[in-house]
């Protein structure tokens, strides 16, 4: 079960390197587009989440030396991707991706990546 959990968590980590690197590499580009990378990244994560806390919450449910996942930390970073969804959303079918959309997605996306490792 430990492997099936390790799989999804490198699945999330490259919905995340996707997600952001699909952000990152529009820098340069003026205007700049929202690509289907970027969408098909944010449920690749959000998939694999999901899963990764199903697994976890069944490999330790009758554990009790094991810390029980904060509930809340994964609520926040669940409403972040489903924000980051709908702004793409809201935005694919669009030719230009205003930098102001662009803004709150990478720092949505980066907000994200903090609350994973400080919080």
């Given at each position: 079960?430990?492997?099936?959990?390790?799989l999804?968590?490198?699945?999330?980590?490259?919905?995340?390197?996707?997600?952001?690197?699909?952000?990152?590499?529009?820098?340069?580009n003026?205007?700049?587009?929202?690509?289907?990378?970027?969408?098909?990244?944010?449920?690749?994560?959000?998939?694999?989440?999901?899963?990764?806390?199903g697994?976890?919450?069944?490999?330790?449910?009758?554990?009790?030396?094991?810390?029980?996942?904060?509930?809340?930390?994964?609520?926040?970073?669940?409403?972040v991707?489903?924000?980051?969804?709908?702004?793409?959303?809201?935005?694919?079918?669009?030719?230009?991706?205003?930098?102001?959309?662009?803004?709150?997605?990478?720092?949505?996306?980066?907000?994200?990546?903090?609350?994973?490792?400080?919080?």
């Open positions: 079960m430990e492997n099936i959990y390790n999804f968590l490198v699945l999330h980590f490259i919905g995340l390197a996707g997600l952001l690197g699909g952000l990152l590499a529009q820098i340069p003026k205007p700049k587009q929202l690509q289907k990378l970027v969408m098909h990244s944010t449920w690749l994560m959000f998939i694999a989440g999901v899963v990764m806390v697994i976890n919450q069944m490999m330790h449910a009758d554990d009790p030396t094991v810390e029980v996942l904060d509930h809340v930390k994964v609520a926040i970073k669940s409403t991707l489903i924000g980051i969804l709908a702004l793409g959303y809201l935005n694919i079918k669009k030719s230009v991706l205003s930098n102001r959309v662009w803004g709150v997605m990478t720092l949505l996306t980066t907000a994200n990546i903090v609350i994973a490792v400080f919080i």
